[in-house]
């Protein structure tokens, strides 16, 4: 069963960086956000020399149990294992585009944001860890990549659900307005007086790229041609089989290192939790 520490020995070992041209020429992608996540599958699945597009499907099926639609989350899901967004920033730093998905540490069989599909994927009700992947392209090819679970990186749910709520008893409480539940935050019907307007509310939420985010434990260097880094909770790191097997690879392959270290929990930002941050670089 693949999983993140697999796919980072993956990368290491094989790191591709030409994203549209590679993939373009093997008709899989028509844009670099989609490049992107066809490169991810290939990251997991162990697919980068894969020259038959039907045993790579193939591979990537046996891989992950779902793998997404343009309009809801997450990107992929590995089978039996971590749920994967993947957003791609045309600058290093970007913030990232949520929309109407508020940042989330668990992806849920339960979630009203999810489809149908993702929900029937896998049997019974489940709760996944979700993995966001951060990838900077540029001019064709990738620059940067940024790995980290929700858990080190967003608040608890009841955080943004709890704004949601807010806002929402913000306009029940707006005289002469009616607002209706939808998907979204609602809907304000009979704005005028002839009750022809109606007003969508929608979230549009948007979280700051890690490369800030974890500025206070290390920093991109631009001047590389290519940089990964991933920071993952020490009890996550460690209940990955292969994390010995990429401690092996340090010192063997130039630019990379693993360290620990400390981060903020995104519930209490004077409480500090163990980490470990991979780095590695071209």
């Known amino acids: 069963m693949s999983n993140t520490i697999q796919a980072i020995i993956n990368l290491i070992n094989r790191p591709q960086l030409e994203l549209v041209d590679y993939y373009n020429s093997r008709h899989r992608a028509n844009s670099e956000g ?8 290939d990251l997991y699945a162990g697919t980068f020399n894969e020259t038959d597009e039907n045993r790579r499907k193939e591979k990537i099926g046996e891989v992950f149990s779902y793998l997404g639609n343009d309009s809801n989350p997450p990107d992929a899901m590995l089978r039996g294992g971590d749920a ?5 920033n045309e600058s290093a730093k970007k913030d990232i585009q949520l929309n109407s998905s508020y940042p989330k540490r668990k992806l849920e069989s339960t979630s009203s ?21 951060i990838g900077h392209v540029k001019n064709k090819q990738l ?8 858990d080190d990186y967003a608040a608890s749910k009841d955080v943004y659900l709890g704004v949601k709520q807010n806002i929402k008893e913000g306009i029940l409480n707006t005289p002469g307005l009616e607002f209706v539940e939808t998907e979204e935050l609602g809907r304000i019907n009979m704005i005028d007086s002839l009750c022809i307007t109606r007003l969508r509310v929608r979230g549009m939420w948007i979280l700051q790229n890690p490369w800030k985010v974890f500025e206070y434990v290390t920093s991109l260097d ?4 290519f940089e990964f880094c991933a920071i993952i ?7 990955f089989p292969e994390h010995e097997v990429l401690e092996e690879l340090v010192g063997k ?4 290192a693993i360290n620990d270290i400390e981060i903020k929990d995104p519930n209490n ?3 500090l939790i163990a980490a470990k941050m991979i780095r590695f670089s071209i």
């Open 253 to 256: 392959k130039e630019g990379l």
């Open 113 to 133: 944001m999810i489809s149908q599909d993702c929900r029937n994927a896998e049997a019974g009700e489940w709760v996944k860890d979700l993995l966001y992947v």
């Open 84 to 88: 994967i967004e993947v957003k791609k």
């Open 143 to 150: 620059k940067s990549i940024f790995m980290v679970y929700g």
């Open 233 to 239: 909770n020490k009890v996550k790191y460690e209940s």
């Open 269 to 271: 930002s004077k409480a």
């Open 34 to 41: 989609g490049s992107l996540e066809e490169y991810i599958k």
């Open 222 to 225: 631009t001047g590389k041609e």
